[in-house]
């Protein structure tokens, strides 16, 4: 009674704190509950406070009230299977999205008290649910084993979640605490998935636990933390090959026709054999993470079939679904399910998987780089939706290689040359920064672009941005045209010669049948042909329409210009110019949208508006708007009061001025003016000082030299133009530096023998010398220098992009001494620009609990300092340190070789010496014992003294050269000629050091 009451309490309030971090609740439901929970636990905490915290901040509140302590407190004495399973979930909501606190907290309890029993309940918990894998009836688990077996596993997970090195390494040993035994909880969570036939013990009620024990494996080792990926790799439990081959390679689908010799009912549906196929490939990516060798990768590698991991890549996304294109719409199940685009993403992974181990394999890299072949069409759409990139790491480069967010594909291919052109250069000659700092424009407009591609015909609008260019352009041409050959419009037919007018539609007529002809036949023309913008952009995507269209309406326009229909062609011109101009403004202000948003955070959420002020401050609305109304103004000047009738086709002449914009030659020709501009117009000033100071000169001195000849109805007369120092002033600016000697030559001459000849004759030569031969060209050689500077940094530009390498900067020189063609392919595979791109983008949409280690240490560094850029490979390429590391691998080698050697011969040596002085030894007792049994018995003489030594000696030396007789040359002692061999001397030189 009152236990039962008791356990149900404290079930009942675990399940509360956990309900109080629960995110399945919706945003108003959970701000209520939460507000009403936090009111009766947490009364100080201000209501204001209360409505806004999010479920980060109520974990560390729980977590600095103690419930981390509570966590471990129960779970260490509880033994009713509820409250333990409460418990575990209570740690699961405090830890969710790897909470750093939460996790500091748990780890500061385990190292300063004994925590011994937590993980031994831990540690036998996996143990007991792994009975359910082995497929005995008797002992297997009920279900809410499989759930505990879960819950434990996602428990230690979170433990590890965002990479935490620190857990990682004491959930494999807990050193360095009280606890009087260590717990492998790394390996005990291996051997959980160590059972015979693993595969064929899979159900529905164990699937979700199995995966979880994935899960958990691949947070494990992903960091890096090497020793678990070695104790994942290295110990008897063979992990590796159960992931692999009973879980990767393993066709699951067949898994309950093969029970069924067990008499054992397996129902297993594909969606979760697609799961365990994709955690398998991510575990086995974490397994060789940031591995500077191939040893983990040749581990990985003995357990695989090259050809059937090949193979299945066919089978899980055949050509068919290869083209299938984008996902319409996320699938209703969070954990997948079996139609065509989650059997794509599957096989994606294990792509990644399979290109990882081919930079350790060359069969299996040339099985993926098969050029023919029914694979073919699925590696080649895996290949365009792979990137491979490299990053500068604890002090090394490493390979990183991903799956290209798709939403990398709505990125426009303006933008593109945009950014491709127009990155700026710093100081130490990278693009790197500049290119970063523009990448936040770039992911807004891919999103913009991907929910604009919601609205058909608004995509198709933006998406034709350069037709409705191109068009304009041609329309305001044409319209000129038509205006300078027929202007007064008065309906008449243009006097021209017929044969004229026939050669003209025949030019027409020929060039649009020729162009068909050429495009239509050979298309491969277009890449021989000059790069002209104009052209590129008339024969890009769908070029035939829009050429043809353009040749015949000018054809048609002409035709019937000539024929005298100058009023009506004029109007159906203007309307469609007008109309064009309009779908061109909505092209440009969707095709930037992006850039004219704000987000805005309300009780709601997130979301994003339009900012009017920022709309009409960007310049390219304000043009085009412009444009826009001068077009208007050519079709309704007519209609307006005030305004001189049929003068309104004058209008279209300011559009001409379009091509500025549309042709860069022409940009750099204005540049070359504005971009020194206040030089240009300083000198322009100085220009005016000097004319106004001889404009006073002039007055006060030769006033009656201002003689004007003027032509009237009356005839030609003179008149004075100096009578004011305005008229003198105005006289000198107009005629004096128009004139190509300057104001002399306006001025009345004078003869020699004037009085004032000579301060005339400097007069008019200050004039000269000063304003039109040193002040016009000053301003004209800013233009010409500043000319010549655009041109230069143009040059530079596009050598800088032909002959270095845009993210590393290196040269290409240092390139072409390893190869032909190594510059290319380390520019467009090895440092593509748009690989970096794609993995920044990736950043920006990945959940950051899925991060990899390369992943989380690239994010860390950008949301500590967004310009931190230290990860990029600055003048460094893996291909070159491969290259370079060759001669220094194969010297290493030989050297270890030749240690190896010399090591062996050393402990071979020594052992021969140790038996040597062995023998040595009882050889000498043996001399001993009997030279004291011979003293014994007799006293020896002179002679049978020295015939005695002769026998011992001789004794003792077939003995000696049968111990030595192993020994190297070098190392025997030469005897004298004429004496016995010197024992004793051996022996004492065998026992030195």
Same mark, same amino acid.
């Given at each position: 009674g009152d236990g039962d009451d008791t356990r149900r309490l404290r079930v009942s309030m675990l399940n509360v704190l956990c309900k109080m971090m629960t995110p399945d609740l919706t945003p108003r439901e959970l701000r209520t509950f939460r507000t009403r929970i936090l009111s009766i636990y947490f009364p100080g905490t201000s209501e204001r406070a209360r409505v806004g915290m999010t479920a980060a901040q109520i974990q560390c509140l729980l977590d600095n009230s103690g419930a981390s302590q509570l966590v471990i407190d129960l779970t260490m004495r509880s033994e009713d299977i509820h409250i333990f399973y409460e418990t575990i979930r209570l740690g699961i909501a405090l830890l969710e999205? !790897?909470?750093?606190?939460? @996790? @500091? =907290?748990?780890?500061?309890?385990?190292?300063?008290?004994? %925590?011994?029993?937590?993980?031994? &309940?831990?540690?036998?918990?996996? =143990?007991? $649910?792994?009975?359910?894998?082995? !497929?005995?009836?008797?002992?297997e688990a009920a279900s809410d084993e499989h759930a505990v077996a879960k819950h434990v596993f996602r428990f230690l997970q979170l433990f590890c979640e965002n990479h935490n090195l620190q857990m990682q390494n004491f959930l494999r040993a807990q050193s360095g605490c009280k606890n009087k035994m260590s717990y492998n909880l790394v390996l005990q969570t291996v051997k959980y998935l160590d059972q015979f036939g693993l595969s064929l013990c899979l159900t529905e009620k164990n699937i979700s636990s199995v995966s979880q024990a994935l899960c958990t494996l691949t947070e494990y080792c992903q960091g890096p933390c090497v020793d678990n990926q070695d104790c994942l790799a290295s110990h008897e439990s063979n992990g590796l090959d159960i992931i692999t081959k009973e879980l990767l390679l393993s066709n699951l689908s067949e898994v309950g026709h093969r029970s069924s010799a067990l008499k054992r009912t397996v129902a297993l549906r594909e969606e979760h054999g697609l799961q365990l196929k994709r955690l398998s490939a991510i575990l086995l990516l974490s397994v060789m993470e940031s591995r500077q060798d191939n040893a983990m990768a040749e581990r990985v590698l003995r357990a695989i079939d090259r050809h059937a991991l090949v193979a299945m890549l066919a089978d899980l996304c055949p050509a068919a679904a290869a083209a299938a294109g984008d996902r319409p719409a996320p699938c209703d199940d969070e954990e997948g399910c079996a139609c065509v685009f989650c059997k794509r993403d599957v096989a994606h992974s294990v792509y990644v998987l399979a290109i990882t181990l081919s930079h350790a394999d060359k069969e299996l890299a040339a099985l993926l780089s098969a050029e023919d072949g029914p694979l073919r069409p699925t590696l080649a759409f895996f290949a365009r939706n792979t990137d491979e990139i490299e990053i500068f790491r604890n002090a090394r480069l490493e390979k990183v290689v991903f799956p290209v967010p798709p939403l990398c594909r709505f990125l426009t291919e303006e933008s593109r040359t945009q950014l491709y052109l127009e990155t700026d250069v710093d100081e130490q000659g990278s693009k790197v920064p500049d290119l970063y700092r523009r990448i936040g424009d770039l992911f807004e407009e891919m999103k913009w672009q991907k929910d604009l591609k919601n609205h058909p015909w608004m995509f198709a609008l933006t998406e034709r941005y350069h037709v409705w260019r191109t068009l304009a352009l041609v329309l305001s041409g044409l319209l000129n045209l038509v205006v300078a050959l027929a202007f007064p419009f008065d309906n008449s037919p243009i006097p021209l010669y017929p044969s004229l007018q026939w050669a003209l539609f025949s030019w027409l007529a020929v060039t649009c049948i020729a162009s068909a002809t050429v495009l239509q036949l050979l298309p491969d023309l277009r890449a021989r042909l000059p790069r002209h913008r104009i052209f590129n952009v008339v024969t890009a995507s769908r070029p035939r329409p829009l050429l043809y269209g353009s040749v015949l309406l000018v054809a048609l326009a002409l035709h019937l210009t000539f024929l005298g229909h100058v009023a009506l062609v004029g109007a159906l011109l203007g309307v469609l110019q007008f109309v064009n101009s309009a779908m061109l403004l909505v092209s440009h202000v969707s095709h930037n949208m992006s850039h004219f948003m704000l987000q805005k955070i309300d009780e709601d959420g997130q979301r994003s508006v339009l900012s009017v002020k920022q709309l009409f401050a960007d310049s390219g609305v304000l043009y085009r708007a412009c444009y826009a109304l001068v077009c208007l103004l050519g079709l309704v000047h007519d209609l307006l009061p005030g305004f001189t009738e049929g003068y309104g086709p004058f209008w +279209?002449?300011?559009?001409?001025?379009?091509?500025?914009? +549309?042709?860069?030659?022409?940009?750099?020709?204005? @540049? %070359?003016?504005?971009?020194?501009?206040? %030089?240009?117009?300083?000198?322009?000033?100085?220009a005016l000082i000097l004319v106004y100071m001889f404009s006073i000169a002039g007055f006060l001195f030769f006033q009656d030299d201002f003689v004007l000849d003027v032509t009237t109805s009356e005839g030609e007369r003179e008149e004075h133009a100096c009578s004011t120092l305005l008229e003198c002033i105005v006289t000198t600016l107009n005629h004096g530096l128009r004139s190509g000697g300057g104001i002399g030559d306006v001025l009345r001459p004078t003869a020699p023998t004037d009085a004032h000849h000579s301060s005339r004759v400097l007069f008019d030569m200050a004039f000269f010398f000063l304003m039109i031969v040193i002040n016009m060209n000053l301003i004209l050689g800013i233009i010409i220098d500043t000319f010549a500077d655009l041109r &230069?940094? &143009?040059?530079?530009?596009?050598?800088?992009?032909?002959? %270095? $390498?845009? /993210? $590393? !900067?290196?040269?290409? @020189? /240092?390139?072409?001494?390893? !190869?032909?063609?190594?510059?290319?392919r380390h520019c467009k595979e090895e440092h593509s620009l748009w690989s970096y791109v794609n993995f920044v983008v990736l950043l920006r949409t990945k959940d950051q609990t899925e991060f990899t280690g390369q992943e989380s240490y690239v994010s860390s560094l950008l949301a500590e300092n967004p310009t931190n850029l230290t990860w990029f490979p600055r003048l460094m390429a893996m291909s070159l340190k491969e290259d370079s590391g060759h001669d220094e691998h194969d010297l290493l080698r030989r050297l270890a070789e030749q240690l190896e050697k010399a090591t062996a011969a050393t402990e071979d040596l020594s052992g021969r010496l140790l038996q040597l002085q062995q023998n040595m030894a009882v050889q000498r007792k043996e001399a001993t014992r009997t030279d004291m049994q011979q003293k014994q018995a007799e006293r020896p003489g002179p002679a049978s003294s020295s015939s005695s030594q002769n026998h011992r000696d001789a004794t003792a030396g077939p003995s000696l050269a049968a111990a030595t007789g192993g020994v190297p040359q070098e190392l025997q002692i030469p005897p004298r000629a004429g004496s016995p061999i010197p024992t004793r001397r051996a022996l004492d030189l065998l026992k030195a050091p």
């Open positions: 999205d !790897g909470n750093t606190q939460v @996790q @500091q =907290s748990f780890h500061s309890a385990f190292v300063t008290s004994d %925590s011994t029993r937590f993980f031994e &309940k831990l540690s036998s918990k996996i =143990s007991q $649910c792994s009975w359910d894998l082995r !497929g005995d009836d008797e002992r +279209y002449s300011i559009l001409l001025f379009d091509i500025v914009l +549309y042709n860069p030659t022409l940009r750099n020709v204005i @540049q %070359s003016v504005t971009r020194n501009g206040k %030089s240009i117009l300083l000198t322009a000033l100085f &230069k940094e &143009k040059q530079d530009k596009d050598d800088l992009r032909r002959n %270095s $390498c845009f /993210i $590393c !900067g290196l040269q290409r @020189q /240092i390139f072409d001494s390893k !190869g032909a063609s190594i510059f290319e």
